[in-house]
């Protein structure tokens, strides 16, 4: 299988979707096994691992993160955080079809709301994606915040 634009873009969207559902579980498996969510906390951050972030998970933090967001004594999340995805067109940047793998940028607000308490944070996320088995799977999801280096509140969902 070989993914047209339209479907790195169907993609894309699906995965903003399966967040704003809070369907976390189904989200995670669009991660392959080696996958990476990276948040830097430096404009231009080019190496997670030489620099602090502000999230840089495996795939088991993440899973580590959505069951502690699911448990019954979380107290920060009483009442229950919710998100919304407001996306721009998702671009298709890179094709190479001999590896298998794509990237799509994409600019999109992101509010984030519990209780009377809503945030709303301006984003580009960008998308590493492969073929795994003919599905299409997120090696590297990295969402750069447009004010990454001010003093944020926490985020307690995922862009």
Not at 21 to 48: A, I, K
Not at 81 to 101: A, T
Not at 134 to 153: Q, S, T
Not at 154 to 159: D, N, Y
Request: charged share 30%; net charge negative; aromatic share 8%.
């Amino acid at each position: 299988m070989t993914p047209t634009d339209q479907q790195l873009i169907d993609f894309v969207v699906r995965e903003a979707r399966l967040l704003d559902q809070q369907r976390l579980e189904d989200w995670l498996e669009l991660f392959t096994d080696d996958g990476h969510y990276w948040m830097p906390v430096e404009w231009g951050q080019s190496d997670p691992r030489l620099t602090t972030s502000l999230m840089y998970e495996d795939k088991l933090l993440l899973k580590i993160r959505i069951d502690r967001l699911k448990g019954r004594a979380t107290y920060s999340q009483s009442p229950k955080s919710r998100c919304h995805h407001v996306l721009q067109q998702p671009q298709v940047d890179e094709r190479d079809e001999e590896q298998r793998h794509y990237v799509t940028w994409t600019p999109l607000h992101y509010v984030e709301s519990r209780g009377d308490q809503q945030t709303l944070y301006a984003a580009w996320a960008t998308h590493h994606l492969t073929l795994v088995d003919d599905a299409l799977r997120i090696r590297l999801k990295r969402v750069d915040l447009v004010n990454c280096d001010a003093a944020l509140g926490s985020i307690q969902l995922f862009v």
